[in-house]
């Protein structure tokens, strides 16, 4: 069965530094999301994408994130710079349309610790 | 805005007991209702959704739901559980009154299934 694939599994990195998170979701999956899992709380919806275009970035934090799509296929999410509190699970996920009863596909996750 | 509670952190059943996990929603419209699951280190896999029609839902391995509008619930059920059931449950709307349907995660059950 197809599966969303990210990359890196876990990212360890200190405070100010950079980060970058890969993403390619399942062919044909015209809608990626990224959600942050933080620890004992549900995802949290991050960014969407409808091919190229940003779709629902109202959560993201745009004085340090930054997302992009720019084929409409594979994505990166990068942090700068990163901070103690964006120690979390980074999910990314795709669906076959941006209908709201569309089941979404997630990938494995990156684990990001901040020392 | 949508929301959902899961009023249960973790819920313990024997093996062959039959399971519950509460799920409570709230929305402004009409909801879409959905259940993931997640395994330890991987991303959440899509269990099952309510969109209309009947309100018991059936879905992967063995679960189903019942959606009650009067309550604004939609509780996981399995008649009998096994050991392998034991991961981290997500319960999560969408509200089809607003205009952009975000998907909203609960904080997640643990399920523990004792042999």
């Known amino acids: 069965e197809a599966e969303v694939a990210q990359s890196p599994r876990y990212k360890i990195t200190e405070k100010s530094q950079a980060v970058a998170f890969w993403c390619d979701p399942i062919s044909g999956h015209a809608t990626l999301y990224w959600y942050r899992q933080i620890l004992g709380q549900g995802p949290e919806l991050l960014v969407q994408f409808q091919d190229e275009s940003v779709v629902d970035d109202s959560q993201l934090p745009k004085d340090r994130f930054s997302a992009e799509r720019l084929k409409g296929v594979d994505s990166t999410l990068k942090i700068q710079p990163a901070e103690l509190g964006d120690s979390a699970m980074y999910l990314c996920?795709?669906?076959?349309?941006?209908?709201?009863?569309?089941?979404?596909?997630f990938g494995s996750g990156t684990q990001l610790s901040v020392l | 805005a949508q929301s959902v509670a899961q009023p249960e952190d973790q819920v313990n059943v024997a093996e062959g007991n039959p399971l519950t996990v509460k799920c409570t929603y709230s929305v402004s419209g009409n909801p879409y209702l959905f259940w993931y699951v997640q395994y330890p280190n991987r991303g959440l896999q899509f269990l099952l959704k309510?969109?209309?029609?009947?309100?018991l839902v059936k879905g992967s391995y063995g679960f189903e739901a019942e959606f009650n509008k009067s309550q604004t619930s939609f509780h996981l059920k399995k008649p009998s559980a096994l050991v392998s059931d034991s991961a981290l449950y997500f319960c999560?709307?969408?509200?089809?009154?607003?205009?952009?349907?975000?998907?909203?995660f609960g904080t997640g059950t643990r399920l523990l299934v004792s042999p």
């Open positions: 996920a795709s669906s076959l349309r941006p209908t709201p009863g569309e089941k979404l596909f």
């Open positions: 999560a709307v969408r509200d089809i009154g607003t205009g952009f349907q975000k998907l909203v």
């Open positions: 309510y969109i209309t029609g009947d309100n």
